[in-house]
């Protein structure tokens, strides 16, 4: 007799015989599942099968109910979204009782008035309202609009508070916070002034910003007003005015001080598993040359075996359990996911940290290097004062990163996953080429960046030497194009192993090396004799 | 009891009881067939079911019965491909018949001669003879090989109608019939011939034409004369020789000189409305940085939610229910679909004009502007003469323009779309940081369009100004990058709330700014002080 | 009664009656597979059928049976591949008694030692020990790590002759034994040497020629010594150390000196019929601009029909049937696969050749031209001497490729593929505008070639008649891609009708004439009256 029963997943069982039972979960929007409940039904009745029960369903507060009176019919989408979610299915406390890796609910306990019903609207919108910025009345209740990880730290707090310690909750801070980055950004996205005799980029609006940068990285809230609006269903209402919104960055800075969006991976109002496992999450912020790494992934080896047969694994389990659920890894295997062996041993923890499990930064500066020590990266300093984690040598601001004992626990770490589908000599062979290749690509860099200082040095561009933005002239950009988009495609390429391609022709090594040929051709077409300070 | 019964979807039904059947839609090449099948067989066969009942097969007329004997064994795909389509399931006579918004013969009757036979080989192919240039004695039949979307009107005579509105329609007039967008062509695809001295391009020959932009604008087909075939099946047959086909593009002229094709979205012989609804479907045409929706909607929140889930969505229900049918919208939901909420109200009526949800006009052209009035834009002349609808430095060709009357009701339809799934401060967010990035990017091209007539009154190029393609020299293409590739992907990514790394890195911002530079570099490095006239 | 019983493929039966059996097949990941389970069992239980049997499990051989013991352990992944593959749930024994097209062992005859057992992990690392340098003692076993072709080919030998002759089994050996690729190759990938006055490359180290050209190419591997490790289950133990590997590319040099990956296309350890059909493994290495076959397929129309449907389609039936099995063809299909009509004749045979059905080679070279005779393409020489297979002007150096014959041959071969679901107007129509598009391209070619070599007569760049790195300097680099990536975007665009963005604006022809007007813009600013000898 088969019983798959795992608490609370399920929606209806049948009862077999005195002791056993078969659980089945229906998924609400399959088209299948018209054809299983017809073939259901059909069992029932012909059969005289009078032991059918369903699951219960988790109570819903007063107030979620009164909230779905309304909103049901204004944004359905979101509602049934919900629905769907587990958190329609099941009351904090039901879950926090699951034992062993099952569990969801990180936190030691549960607040007792949250503990009965199921996370509806008004468990999570009517949560600490003294601390959000845009808590306003809504027909008698304090709602917030912005649901903060602080929020959701209530049920998950290990979660919430492992993200804290993620370089990616400081993802608007660290960009908006650093002089040298902020440069960067405004000879990127910034308004342009240009004449034959002057070319100047001046730093971008905040609606720009929200829309470029600050789409990824997360922009700044802040309650800027109130708005009457005249509603369809309870006439004039007032709401507070959000600038920044609407923004799911993962650095988001929310309206209680706290910094990150659960939602960047779990979209509302599913809060879902199963896409936040997916690669496709990741790709919403992680595609473009600056930081290739779904489309090196998606032309893996691991990529092409998830495309071709990742419409018959399982991405709700939880452990999730290598070669049972899966058959080959996405991001979250990888970075975040806990993993479990078939026979339900942990093989690594669940973090949202999400680089502990990795020894080198290999994206976004000049050089690669070990990861930064603290989240918050403002704080780093070269040995030339420069907020830089390397010198323009690719020399490390070894104070501020982590030491070669803990590179040695999180390539262990790391490698724990690997084993779970190659052998020894596999994986160190993976590893020393993967690490010779970050030599290699700074090798490269060393190359550009000393071009590029000669450059200056010459008075060809005005840059570090002379106090002005070093990224903003057309020979400037196409030096950082060698390490902001070239020498990290090649290092995700290899650290995936796969996606040749990436490495090579499609943003890699042919660019990489057709740059430095450019930069030596624009700077011989330049120079005289009689150049230079 | 559930009965899932939808008029004609169904294959076949079990008689539960006196009143109830439970109804099955069996997709003909499923693997998953074959289990239910046999899960069916057993019950069946075990629990003495007997009642089990099929739907009516429709109706074949003789003359598709005629073409099948042939063609079903030389082209066995297309076949297929018909005999899964709902063409072969019911007959035009029945489908007239459904009620409400589920029906899809939009016309308001059908000939009486094809009402009572399935929509085979030959009701399409036989259709309005004497309109079609390419129509042939064919085993006594007068078969025409290119079915127009005059034909399809005869039972869907609403939507042949909107998509002449639609400007789709008219892709390969407005190219071909406009003396700029020829010039710009000729740029691109024509034969180059180049020497030190000496650069220019010649207007490419209609194969390389048909092959490049008519393979998305349509071509325009011309019967040149008869060829005779030995046939494996019935020796020497004459066919006529179409020039310009095969071609599936959307504004193809076609032999009964009717502009577009069904089949651009509606791919033969399934006629799927399922693949008209995916976002691939879109893709065909608009995935290049030319026009990048597909790229930046991939990795948008809802192209991932669509990736990670759409397994288990229906994109064959009509109308299409937000919420109970899909959990995110693709291309077709926002810009064309027909959607109910899940109480089976109209939230927005189907359109295929497919702008009409759309108030700007955001890519292709040096600036965004309001929507043409008319769907042949060769009528348009901005205040210079030009075929263009907006001057050089963004003015409107207002006459020619939709106003801001309509484009506010445009807006108030799409965000009936919005809503389904967002709260007001959402969409008026979202809409308020679109329309600053068309400012922000119109000023932008307002730079880079400077810059290029500044070099051209240097004489440093020839274009506008001296009578001479604008578009064919190095410097000008990098000038109209900044708009038909950069500000267009900046413009999308913002629309779609989403794609980030689209509006910056990947053809974005980054991308706009450094060809800004790139153009004050090249402009400074030629410039002398005798240049000019 | 439904009896879809196919030889080995089905996991289970109910038998009922006394002749019928109703089988199923069991995806051991998929979700759907509890719900089927529950309701097989509703059913037994309920019904009183008593009758249900399993099909035998094939027997494991002792050997394998205990590399299982550690190794399902320790690296849970692979062997659960393993236990999904059809390689572990029937003999070679069973295996070859297989009638007509079904038969996937190719071999006369099996070795009667690998008869009777699955195809466990001992079947293949273990044999022909004595061939492979890898060979090492584990055990008591003699273990080589390294599978290769020769190795598959006891059972599939067929297979691996036709893939001697696939041009992609010589791919290391063709870029490491010519000396222009050779240049080409460091050029691209080697060290940099720049300052003002100097830009040179020298050859890259063997990790990064792994991590790049090799990836896919495949690398030399080589036993380079031995290392003992500590195991967890073992202790001490000794394993060889291989220098390139891991690697899975198509043309790599294996340790018995045979060469190839079967691994490539089939990954270990499922050896998927599923996963080589699918487009994803070829995106493997066919996806940037220098051989942009995906992005072409996934944006033509059978791309959107496979992107749209193909959930629903059958990968692993043999023969493949077309309109029965699947609605647009894939890489597989048009390439390599086996083709039945849904009468089950066969439309194409089976091929590991893969250009047998092609009589252009449209990518990676200055011009198109005709298949090379041997896949040992070293041995080609130009009417230069150079080993080239055309002409710098174009001309085919025709002694070794192959001949009018044998192109009409490969082109019925193919048309056949095509004729599955297009008719003969559609078809012609095809050809004759690809056949056209070669030769436009190669005409635009001889333009960028002429401006280099006037360029390099000039003496403002030392190429070919300099006896220097003719692809080294940023106008070289200008060149070649023109011809390695612009040209071959063009044609793979055309060659498989569709993906129009690619062929125009996505790396296609916008590019290519960008690029000649941007060499003429570089040449004519350099040009001086006295340059040249």
Sequence with gaps: MVDVRDDFQYDFFIQLNDQ??????????????????????????????????????????????????????QHPGIVKDWQDSRHSKITPGQAIKVKGLGRKVSSQSVPKELSATAVGCAECH??????????????????????????????????AAQYQKNIMSHAHKNLAGNDLYRQLKTSIIGKSHA????????????LTEADACYYCHGTRLRVSGTQVRDTELAGEM?????????????????????????????????????????????KECHVGPDVPAYPVYSASKHGNIHSSLHKDWN?????????????????????VSLLANPDGEEIVARTHQMNNRLPWRIYGLIYAH??????????????????????????????????????????????????GCHDTSWV????????????????????????????????????????????????????????????NSIRFTSAMAGGGDYGVFAGGRYQLSQSIAEMHDWYNLRWKPDHGK
Tied chains: 1, 2, 3.
């Excluded at 049972?324 to 996405?330: E, S, V």
């Design 315 to 335: 991405f709700t389990n939880v452990p999730w359990t290598v070669g049972k659920d899966f058959g080959a890894p996405t991001c979250a295997t990888c970075h």
């Design 195 to 206: 004449t034959r005799t002057q070319l100047g980029f001046t730093p971008a609006d905040p």
């Design 370 to 419: 070990p990861h930064p020590l603290s989240p918050d990266t403002t704080i780093i300093r070269n040995k030339d004062g420069m907020p830089l984690p390397t010198d323009l040598d690719g020399g490390y601001a070894t104070k501020f990163l982590i030491g070669p004992e803990e590179m040695k626990q999180r390539t262990a770490e790391m490698q724990k996953v690997c084993a």
């Design 20 to 73: 056993a039972r078969c659980w089945f979960m229906i998924k609400r929007r399959t088209t299948m599942n018209k054809l299983f409940s017809g073939i259901l039904a059909t069992i029932f009745s012909t059969c005289m099968l009078s032991s059918i029960g369903y699951c219960d369903e988790a109570a819903i507060s007063d107030a979620t109910a009164e909230c779905l009176e309304c909103h049901a019919m």
């Design 428 to 487: 160190t062979g993976h590893w020393k080429k993967f690490e010779h290749v970050i030599e290699a690509t700074d090798a490269e860099l060393r190359t550009a960046t000393g071009l590029m200082q000669e450059i200056w040095k010459e008075g060809l561009a005005l840059g570090l030497p002379h106090g002005r933005n070093p990224f903003d002239e057309a020979i400037e950009r196409k030096w950082h194009r060698t390490w902001l988009f070239y020498a």
């Design 238 to 282: 007032e709401f507070p005015v959000i600038e920044g919104w609407p923004n799911q960055g993962v650095g988001r800075i929310n309206l209680d001080g706290s910094m990150g969006s659960c939602t960047a991976c779990h979209p509302r109002h599913t809060f879902s598993i199963e896409v936040a496992r997916g690669p496709y999450t990741c």
């Design 126 to 159: 009517l949560l600490r309202p003294d601390q959000h910025a845009d808590t306003f009345d809504h027909n008698g209740y304090n709602v917030h609009v912005v649901v903060s990880p602080q929020d959701c730290a209530v049920c998950h707090g290990e979660e």
